[in-house]
Protein backbone atom coordinates (compact mmCIF):
# COMPACT_ATOMS: atom_id res chain seq x y z
CA UNK A 1 0.00 0.00 0.00
CA UNK A 2 1.33 3.40 -1.09
CA UNK A 3 1.53 6.12 1.78
CA UNK A 4 -1.10 7.95 -0.07
CA UNK A 5 -3.68 5.10 -0.44
CA UNK A 6 -3.36 4.81 3.61
CA UNK A 7 -3.73 8.12 4.20
CA UNK A 8 -6.50 9.19 1.92
CA UNK A 9 -8.43 6.28 3.21
CA UNK A 10 -8.48 8.11 6.92
CA UNK A 11 -9.33 11.93 5.14
CA UNK A 12 -12.33 10.42 3.00
CA UNK A 13 -13.82 9.19 6.25
CA UNK A 14 -13.97 12.52 7.45
CA UNK A 15 -15.01 13.89 3.81
CA UNK A 16 -17.43 11.42 3.60
CA UNK A 17 -18.91 12.54 6.44
CA UNK A 18 -19.96 15.80 5.97
CA UNK A 19 -20.73 15.16 2.60
CA UNK A 20 -23.63 12.92 3.96
CA UNK A 21 -24.15 15.37 6.84
CA UNK A 22 -24.76 18.15 4.02
CA UNK A 23 -26.96 15.80 1.67
CA UNK A 24 -29.22 14.67 4.94
CA UNK A 25 -29.44 18.20 6.02
CA UNK A 26 -30.77 18.65 2.32
CA UNK A 27 -32.76 15.99 2.45
CA UNK A 28 -34.57 17.33 6.25
CA UNK A 29 -35.15 20.56 4.11
CA UNK A 30 -36.91 18.92 1.54
CA UNK A 31 -38.98 16.83 3.85
CA UNK A 32 -39.69 20.00 6.06
CA UNK A 33 -40.07 22.50 2.26
CA UNK A 34 -43.72 23.40 3.46
CA UNK A 35 -42.54 24.41 7.31
CA UNK A 36 -39.50 26.22 5.77
CA UNK A 37 -38.27 29.83 5.35
CA UNK A 38 -35.73 29.49 2.40
CA UNK A 39 -32.51 31.77 2.09
CA UNK A 40 -30.81 31.40 -0.92
CA UNK A 41 -27.76 32.47 1.15
CA UNK A 42 -27.49 30.08 3.52
CA UNK A 43 -28.31 27.32 0.55
CA UNK A 44 -25.22 29.18 -1.23
CA UNK A 45 -22.76 28.54 1.60
CA UNK A 46 -23.96 24.63 1.73
CA UNK A 47 -23.31 24.34 -1.97
CA UNK A 48 -20.05 26.32 -1.54
CA UNK A 49 -19.39 24.09 1.63
CA UNK A 50 -19.86 20.83 -0.83
CA UNK A 51 -17.64 22.30 -3.46
CA UNK A 52 -14.64 23.20 -1.18
CA UNK A 53 -14.86 19.18 0.24
CA UNK A 54 -14.72 18.45 -3.00
CA UNK A 55 -11.97 20.31 -3.97
CA UNK A 56 -9.60 19.07 -1.51
CA UNK A 57 -10.20 15.07 -1.44
CA UNK A 58 -9.16 15.89 -5.44
CA UNK A 59 -6.35 17.95 -4.85
CA UNK A 60 -5.03 14.91 -2.47
CA UNK A 61 -4.60 13.21 -5.83
CA UNK A 62 -1.84 15.95 -6.27
CA UNK A 63 0.04 14.62 -4.07
CA UNK A 64 0.17 10.48 -5.04
CA UNK A 65 4.37 11.83 -5.92
CA UNK A 66 4.98 12.17 -1.98
CA UNK A 67 6.54 9.15 -0.72
CA UNK A 68 7.22 10.11 2.41
CA UNK A 69 4.48 11.66 4.79
CA UNK A 70 5.74 13.37 8.22
CA UNK A 71 3.50 13.30 10.72
CA UNK A 72 3.34 17.25 10.79
CA UNK A 73 1.85 16.88 6.89
CA UNK A 74 -0.40 13.98 8.12
CA UNK A 75 -1.62 16.56 10.86
CA UNK A 76 -1.94 19.31 8.58
CA UNK A 77 -4.45 17.45 6.20
CA UNK A 78 -6.31 15.81 9.02
CA UNK A 79 -6.53 18.98 11.09
CA UNK A 80 -7.87 20.69 7.24
CA UNK A 81 -10.16 17.67 6.56
CA UNK A 82 -11.94 18.16 10.28
CA UNK A 83 -12.15 22.23 9.42
CA UNK A 84 -14.07 21.06 6.62
CA UNK A 85 -16.50 19.03 8.29
CA UNK A 86 -16.67 21.84 11.02
CA UNK A 87 -17.66 24.19 8.25
CA UNK A 88 -20.23 21.87 7.13
CA UNK A 89 -21.54 21.01 10.47
CA UNK A 90 -21.84 25.19 11.16
CA UNK A 91 -23.36 25.56 7.24
CA UNK A 92 -26.37 23.19 8.13
CA UNK A 93 -29.15 23.98 9.91
CA UNK A 94 -30.78 21.45 12.68
CA UNK A 95 -34.33 21.22 10.63
CA UNK A 96 -36.56 20.46 13.70
CA UNK A 97 -39.40 17.96 13.26
CA UNK A 98 -42.50 20.25 13.90
CA UNK A 99 -42.92 23.67 13.67
CA UNK A 100 -41.39 26.59 11.43
CA UNK A 101 -37.70 26.67 10.50
CA UNK A 102 -36.36 30.46 9.37
CA UNK A 103 -33.09 29.54 7.33
CA UNK A 104 -32.97 33.11 6.70
CA UNK A 105 -32.69 34.11 10.65
CA UNK A 106 -30.17 31.24 10.63
CA UNK A 107 -27.91 32.32 7.94
CA UNK A 108 -27.96 36.18 9.72
CA UNK A 109 -27.65 34.00 13.36
CA UNK A 110 -24.38 32.02 12.15
CA UNK A 111 -23.41 33.40 9.00
CA UNK A 112 -20.38 34.97 10.75
CA UNK A 113 -19.30 31.79 11.93
CA UNK A 114 -19.62 29.21 8.95
CA UNK A 115 -18.13 32.12 6.36
CA UNK A 116 -14.85 32.52 9.37
CA UNK A 117 -14.54 28.83 8.66
CA UNK A 118 -14.64 29.14 5.22
CA UNK A 119 -12.21 32.07 4.78
CA UNK A 120 -9.91 30.26 6.79
CA UNK A 121 -10.31 27.20 5.08
CA UNK A 122 -9.00 29.85 1.80
CA UNK A 123 -6.31 30.79 3.46
CA UNK A 124 -4.96 27.71 4.31
CA UNK A 125 -5.57 26.68 0.64
CA UNK A 126 -3.65 29.41 -0.44
CA UNK A 127 -0.62 28.40 2.12
CA UNK A 128 -0.86 25.05 1.57
CA UNK A 129 -0.89 25.41 -2.44
CA UNK A 130 2.10 27.60 -1.64
CA UNK A 131 3.77 25.24 0.29
CA UNK A 132 3.29 21.97 -1.86
CA UNK A 133 3.56 23.70 -5.02
CA UNK A 134 6.86 22.13 -5.38
CA UNK A 135 7.42 21.83 -9.61
CA UNK A 136 3.54 22.29 -9.40
CA UNK A 137 2.44 25.23 -11.06
CA UNK A 138 -0.62 24.32 -10.70
CA UNK A 139 -1.05 24.80 -7.36
CA UNK A 140 0.23 28.46 -6.88
CA UNK A 141 -2.06 29.46 -10.24
CA UNK A 142 -5.12 27.76 -7.80
CA UNK A 143 -4.56 30.60 -5.47
CA UNK A 144 -5.84 32.95 -8.05
CA UNK A 145 -9.33 31.41 -7.50
CA UNK A 146 -8.60 30.96 -3.80
CA UNK A 147 -7.72 34.69 -2.92
CA UNK A 148 -10.87 36.15 -4.50
CA UNK A 149 -13.11 34.07 -2.74
CA UNK A 150 -11.25 34.86 0.55
CA UNK A 151 -11.49 38.32 -0.04
CA UNK A 152 -15.18 37.76 -0.33
CA UNK A 153 -15.49 35.76 2.38
CA UNK A 154 -14.25 39.19 4.37
CA UNK A 155 -16.14 40.69 3.23
CA UNK A 156 -19.45 38.88 3.81
CA UNK A 157 -18.32 38.54 7.74
CA UNK A 158 -17.24 42.11 7.94
CA UNK A 159 -20.89 43.28 6.47
CA UNK A 160 -23.20 40.64 7.82
CA UNK A 161 -26.56 42.83 7.48
CA UNK A 162 -25.71 44.08 3.47
CA UNK A 163 -27.54 42.04 1.47
CA UNK A 164 -25.79 42.79 -1.78
CA UNK A 165 -22.33 42.49 0.08
CA UNK A 166 -23.56 38.70 1.06
CA UNK A 167 -25.14 38.19 -2.29
CA UNK A 168 -22.05 39.29 -4.00
CA UNK A 169 -19.90 36.98 -1.75
CA UNK A 170 -21.63 34.27 -2.45
CA UNK A 171 -21.62 34.99 -6.15
CA UNK A 172 -17.65 35.15 -6.25
CA UNK A 173 -17.51 32.19 -4.78
CA UNK A 174 -19.67 30.24 -7.02
CA UNK A 175 -17.97 31.73 -10.05
CA UNK A 176 -14.29 31.00 -8.74
CA UNK A 177 -15.31 27.10 -8.20
CA UNK A 178 -16.51 27.26 -11.23
CA UNK A 179 -13.68 28.58 -13.12
CA UNK A 180 -11.35 26.29 -10.69
CA UNK A 181 -13.00 22.70 -11.47
CA UNK A 182 -13.00 23.94 -15.21
CA UNK A 183 -9.72 24.94 -15.71
CA UNK A 184 -7.55 24.83 -12.58
CA UNK A 185 -8.40 21.51 -11.51
CA UNK A 186 -5.68 19.19 -13.23
CA UNK A 187 -7.30 16.12 -14.57
CA UNK A 188 -7.23 12.77 -12.72
CA UNK A 189 -3.95 11.08 -14.08
CA UNK A 190 -2.19 7.98 -13.14
Known sequence: MHALDFISILLSFVYAAAITHLLATAGDIAIAIKRISFSWLNTGWMVVSLLSVAAWWLGLWDLRGQDIWSMGALGLFFGIACLLYLLVRLVCPRIAADGPVDLDAFHHEEGRKYIGVYCLTCLVAI???TFF??????????NYAM????????????????????????????????????????????
Do not use: D, E, K
Request: hydrophobic share 65%.
Open 127 to 129: GVN
Open 133 to 142: AGASHIWLTQ
Open 147 to 190: APMALASLAAIAWPRVGWVQAAAILVQLAMWAWYFAVLQPPLVG
